[in-house]
């Protein structure tokens, strides 16, 4: 077989800052410069980071996340009523402090470096999430354009705090009908600005089926007040669902990982799919954007009953190691995984950004590059004709 | 160092400390009473609990439930973690608020295990019941090169009241009188 729209290379989002850009990011975390003068800085670090996907054959591209912090606590910037608490500042309102106590630890970080977004009134966007980044991104490049945005569960539960956010809303689920809303209306707005691809991030939903009690992987406070594991992914699934239900014409995915914090692979968490495809399957969206390189990620062969529904997003890199996997072992990945999905529904990217946090990216540039280009090798030589098989 | 006269620095007012100092130094009746006594008085509040007064301060005491408790507040082995912690944080802020250094945020996480909780229960007399190791890390946020924060951090738990109680086996003199 011979198609050249087969495997399309893409990203799952974050690029590694330059350093020059975290000074900026510092300083405007400081106060000492405004949101319009960071963002001319990061210009200049997102046509770097195109121009380096681009090099490596990637189809679909992001803007590196430069202009963000972090995957979800970038909206602060973008929403009124909605603010950056260090966890220091949560304490006195954490319910659970011994379990915050043990991710702590685990972490080894001050509660006054972890940060999370909090409800504190109503909250309303007073821009755009991404409409900025999309314009400036399809300005500089011809290739198709991925927006990741937060996840409304995550983003709900990240967000709703008892004690802080209950004045204006009073039940999480007050909070999520605002979320929800907030995200519809931007992915109309991508869309009508011509977005190929919106990824919604959700990678709590791991750590609500794994995260065990002490070995929290600590993505946001206020997990710490979660219900039981099938309530919560009930949640999510009816969250993403009035977030997107009807919306067409627009590629809609959601990514979920096991955390990408550090490059020790034993503090990330891990336990295959299994127990959230029965969830993910009825979000109605087009793309599972998943991770498949390492064990953590579990065996593939919990898809068995699902192959067919969804397109996936399969990860075949590590994009927390130094090492480059080779485009062999990216096609070996491949070609297993075409024994359990529709090859036209397979897209390739790496399990997850190369620079989730701007200040702890989990790898370099130099290395990212390298391992998108045995991507794109690995995609080039499959859809020339390396039997696929049956 | 910098000498701001009247104007805050990390919540703090620099020539109040200088003048502080100064006094230590030059007025024998000052560091007389600085140095104490300093008392507290414990009142058992019913099962293992207890209050502890101190001046017009109270500070609760409880034990965590495995020992049939109410684990209404921390125990007396955790707040002297905090002690710890709080006379090294103390220290720390003090001299470097000395040295006009700005910090923005300060935490301090200590850690202890017992040597023998079977020592405690009267089951043994090996090791020790107490903390043979205090662990205490700071993490700090200032506007000051790491190497300066760290000999400051060194002064502030060499030099700290509460860790040099503990790490020097205070002799503690127990007397006795039942009513
Ligand atoms: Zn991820």
Redesign the interface.
């Known amino acids: 077989m011979d198609d050249s729209s087969l495997f399309p290379v893409t990203v799952v989002g974050s690029w590694p800052r330059p350093p020059w850009l975290i000074q900026a990011l510092r300083k405007r975390q400081a106060g000492e410069s405004s949101f319009k003068e960071f963002n001319t800085v990061a210009d200049d670090a997102v046509l770097a980071s195109v121009k380096q996907q681009e090099d490596a054959g990637v189809d679909i591209v992001s803007d590196g996340e430069q202009r963000r912090d972090n995957f979800y606590s970038f909206v602060v910037e973008k929403l009124d009523g909605i603010k950056l608490m260090?966890v220091?500042q949560l304490l006195d309102f954490v319910k659970d402090r011994a379990s915050f106590e043990e991710s702590?630890?685990a972490l080894?970080?001050?509660?006054?470096?972890m940060k999370s977004p909090v409800a504190i009134g109503q909250v309303h966007a007073r821009d755009s999430l991404a409409l900025d980044e999309l314009k400036f991104l399809k300005e500089h490049t011809d290739r198709q354009t991925k927006i990741p945005l937060p996840g409304p569960y995550m983003l709900t539960r990240s967000s709703w705090f008892p004690g802080l956010s209950d004045k204006a809303y009073p039940e999480i689920e007050d909070l999520g009908r605002e979320v929800s809303g907030i995200l519809r209306r931007e992915v109309l707005a991508l869309k009508d600005a011509g977005a190929d691809f919106v990824q919604f991030d959700e990678p709590v939903l791991s750590q609500v089926v794994y995260g065990a009690e002490g070995a929290e992987t600590f993505m946001c406070a206020a997990l710490a007040s979660r219900k039981d594991p099938t309530q919560e992914l009930s949640y999510a699934l009816e969250l993403m669902n009035r977030t997107v239900q009807g919306i067409s014409g627009i590629k809609l995915g959601v990514h979920v990982c096991r955390g990408n914090w550090s490059r020790r692979e034993d503090v990330l968490l891990k336990g295959n799919y299994g127990p959230l495809l029965p969830y993910l399957t009825e979000m109605k969206v087009d793309q599972l954007v998943l991770e498949f390189a390492t064990p953590r990620a579990g065996e593939l062969e919990v898809f068995k009953e699902y192959g067919d529904e969804k397109e996936i997003g399969l990860g075949v890199v590590n994009p927390r190691s130094s090492e480059v996997e080779s485009s062999d072992l990216i096609e070996k990945r491949v070609i297993d995984a075409t024994k359990l999905f529709d090859p036209s529904k397979i897209y390739l990217n790496p399990d997850c950004g190369f620079g989730t946090f701007a200040e702890r990216p989990v790898n370099d540039a130099t290395t990212a590059s390298a391992k998108l280009r045995s991507i794109s090798t690995a995609a080039k030589r499959l859809r020339q004709g390396i039997p696929i098989a049956a | 160092m910098q000498e701001v006269q009247g104007k805050l620095l990390n919540g703090l007012e620099a020539s109040k400390l200088d003048q502080f100092v100064q006094d230590l130094k030059t007025k024998p009746d000052v560091a007389k009473a600085v140095n104490g006594p300093w008392r507290s008085r414990v009142e058992w509040q019913g099962g293992l609990k207890a209050k502890g007064y101190m001046r017009n301060h109270v500070a609760s005491f409880d034990e965590p439930e495995g020992l049939g408790a109410t684990d209404s507040a921390a125990s007396a082995h955790e707040h002297i973690l905090s002690a710890v912690g709080a006379c090294m944080m103390t220290g720390f802020i003090f001299q470097a608020t000395r040295k006009g250094i700005k910090i923005h945020?300060c935490?301090i996480?200590l850690?202890g295990t017992f040597g023998n909780i079977l020592n405690w229960a009267g089951l043994s007399d090996e090791d020790t019941p107490g903390y043979p190791e205090i662990k205490a890390?700071m993490?700090v946020?200032a506007d000051a090169t790491p190497e300066t924060l760290e000999k400051i951090w060194n002064e502030a738990w060499k030099r700290s009241v509460v860790t040099q109680t503990v790490a020097r086996e205070v002799k503690v003199t127990p007397s006795f009188e039942a009513l």
């Open positions: 260090t220091a702590l630890r080894d970080v001050p509660a006054f470096a | 945020n935490e996480a850690e890390k993490y946020k």
